[in-house]
């Protein structure tokens, strides 16, 4: 799969404004600030395909991605407190929206934060996808700022955490590249299983 073939498709920011689901989707999920729009830019190897904003909760519509094979879904990141209870629920019913079934998910990227545990909002939205049983997988971003000693204690920490469940997980690195390849290959797998179904 050439990810660098992409373009953007459209922004969504109602339900009813959503496309059709006529290609496999791959879904990037995680809070404000956790480095989405980054890690798209670093896996299509565009410097702003996607935006990068530095303010947190700024992105609130749900922004496609096109490429020949299936479809990159960006949703408005969560969590960010300064952003009025109106705008929150508008962004829930948004998000919601989009997972009712029916959608052609290939898989959930879902981003958390390897420096720290997991928020509340993150444990949630991964407890509504092992639910589910949408195929999904956890990235934790910003692996780069940890130190030898850190990374030790945090993936044993991400190890225990997820091990029960076996839900996989890939320290990543949007600076350093750490975890890309491996990505690649299961956005890439996940698809071609999608559309091989």
């Not at 990141?77 to 290939?106: C, D, H, M, T």
């Not at 639910?131 to 780069?144: A, G, H, N, R």
Request: proline share 5%.
């Amino acid at each position: 799969m050439n990810f660098q073939n992409v373009n953007f498709e459209l922004a969504a920011g109602r339900k009813d404004q959503l496309p059709k689901s006529n290609l496999p989707e791959v879904v990037f999920s995680g809070k404000s600030n956790v480095g989405k729009s980054s890690l798209i830019n670093r896996l299509v190897q565009r410097k702003a395909l996607a935006r990068v904003s530095a303010t947190p909760g700024k992105t609130a519509t749900i922004n496609f991605y096109r490429l020949p094979e299936c479809r990159l879904v960006d949703l408005p990141g969560y969590g960010y407190a300064r952003v009025s209870q109106k705008e929150k629920q508008r962004w829930a019913s948004l998000v919601e929206g989009y997972f009712e079934p029916g959608r052609n998910i290939a898989l959930v990227i879902q981003l958390v934060d390897m420096r720290h545990k997991p928020t509340a909002d993150d444990l949630q939205m991964i407890d509504f996808l092992y639910q589910t049983q949408l195929p999904f997988v956890v990235v934790c971003t910003k692996s780069d700022k940890l130190n030898r000693g850190e990374t030790e204690t945090q993936t044993g920490f991400f190890d225990n955490l997820f091990q029960e469940k076996g839900i996989p997980w890939i320290p990543f690195s949007t600076v350093k590249g750490t975890g890309l390849d491996q990505l690649k290959k299961v956005l890439e797998e996940a698809v071609t299983a999608h559309t091989t179904v």
